[in-house]
């Protein structure tokens, strides 16, 4: 008799629980498959909620076993469980499919080079194995290689596939040597802005070589003026004739006519934009960072410049999250600023709907790059609030916004100091 107790006291006793048939386990599964299949289960909550419904139900089968006797309570609370995921599902196929989920424009990633494997110039100079890396990755990415043929119709639409467009400044020679061998064999397209006054000089490519690049239908060989020189500092008058120089030669040369204008330095003002878009142009790009998407001003086009310091693995994988971040309106209008403008009061405006409380901007005002203080004015008016004056040549203000998917929404301004 003892043994026979002591073997009862020892039989484990199976603890009521909820217990669900095969088909409420195989909707269970189920629900879960389609939350992740929709990215839903990853940018939003219905995980942790789904958890807590689990919880919450077996707990209430413990809680309720007394009166079961006489009510179907695992029934109604099974049942209501399988309902519940279900509105789970429906509620957020329906809302979290907004521009909080969603990505409904990834916008065009610009990327600026210059030179090539020329390492005494680590300001303007890319090591060739990073170049390789950056292009291999992009492939790995499965984001699609733009080029100008297509370059009007991608930033007039909402891009649902990520798009980098290549850019390369100034025509150097190492360019030539180091990275046209590269992108000729794998048929990457591009656009090179070559400023004509130097042209064949020492480290520079001859127009022999031109010539010989533009025939390839990847390749677009794009204006970057005649002098290079520091152009938004000139009258109107001399700015246009150096335009007017570049173009004369282009025809000379090239037999060519291109739409598309990079400023040099990135530096521009509004009579200069006005000259470039008189002259026939239809974009030109500064050298502020950003991406380019439908609400980006078609004369201030954003680039993200690259060298060794800028073009590390780690940086360069962030560029390629970044996303677009539309606007309405950047004020002030006028980037070249004066003593009485200089600090600028900075604005930015964005749509009715937008919700971007959780920005951050960064800025450089008196040689020094900080956190800027931000106020939303209104609901969609963002005032960067700047704690000096620019000190340096060129002020620059960045602003981000991390979205649930990952993906950053970046956003530069560049302004140019006069007389500095």
């Known amino acids: 008799m003892p043994l026979a107790i002591d073997k009862e006291i020892r039989t484990p006793v199976k603890l009521p629980g909820p217990r669900f048939t095969i088909i409420e386990k195989l909707l269970s599964i189920l629900t879960f498959f ?113 080029g100008h043929e297509e370059f009007n119709q991608t930033i007039n639409q909402d891009n649902k596939q990520r798009k980098v467009l290549l850019t390369i400044d100034d025509g150097f020679l190492s360019f030539y040597k180091n990275a046209w061998p590269i992108l000729k064999k794998e048929k990457i397209p591009f656009i090179i802005f070559i400023n004509t ?60 006519e291109t739409k598309f204008f990079a400023y040099p330095y990135g530096e521009y003002k509004n009579s200069y934009k006005k000259i470039i878009e008189d002259l026939g142009f239809l974009y030109a790009f500064g050298q502020h960072s950003g991406v380019i998407d439908k609400t980006k001003d078609k004369f201030e086009l954003p680039r993200f410049p690259i060298n060794e310091k800028y073009g590390k693995q780690e940086r360069f994988n962030n560029i390629l999250k970044s996303i677009a971040f539309p606007y309405k309106t950047i004020l002030p209008e006028e980037k070249y600023l004066d003593d009485n403008s200089n600090p600028p009061d900075v604005r930015i405006i964005f749509e009715e709907d937008a919700n971007y409380k959780n920005i951050t901007c960064y800025s450089n005002e008196q040689n020094k790059w900080r956190k800027s203080e931000l106020n939303f004015d209104k609901k969609n008016e963002l005032k960067i609030i700047l704690g000096g004056k620019f000190t340096t040549e060129r002020g620059r203000i960045n602003c981000s916004l991390r979205e649930e998917t990952g993906d950053w929404r970046w956003l530069g301004i560049q302004f140019v100091i006069k007389n500095l």
């Open 34 to 146: 389609l939350l992740i299949k929709s990215n839903i289960l990853f940018t939003s909550k219905p995980l942790f909620l789904i958890l807590e419904l689990i919880f919450l139900t077996k707990n209430l089968l413990l809680i309720l076993i007394p009166i079961e006797s006489f009510l179907p309570v695992k029934l109604i609370i099974k049942k209501s469980f399988i309902t519940t995921l279900f509105i789970i599902i429906f509620f957020h196929t329906s809302n979290s499919y907004s521009q909080k989920n969603i990505i409904e424009d990834y916008g065009l990633i610009s990327i600026m080079y210059h030179r090539f494997e020329e390492n005494k110039y680590p300001s303007t100079n890319i090591k060739l194995n990073d170049f390789i890396s950056h292009l291999n990755l992009i492939k790995q990415l499965n984001y699609k290689f733009i």
């Open 197 to 256: 006054e130097t042209i064949g000089a020492n480290g520079y490519m001859n127009w022999n070589q031109i010539r010989e690049i533009s025939k390839f239908n990847f390749v677009h060989i794009g204006n970057h003026s005649h002098s290079h020189g520091y152009l938004v500092d000139k009258s109107d008058k001399e700015i246009l004739e150096d335009i007017k120089i570049s173009k004369r030669i282009f025809k000379d040369k090239l037999n060519h």
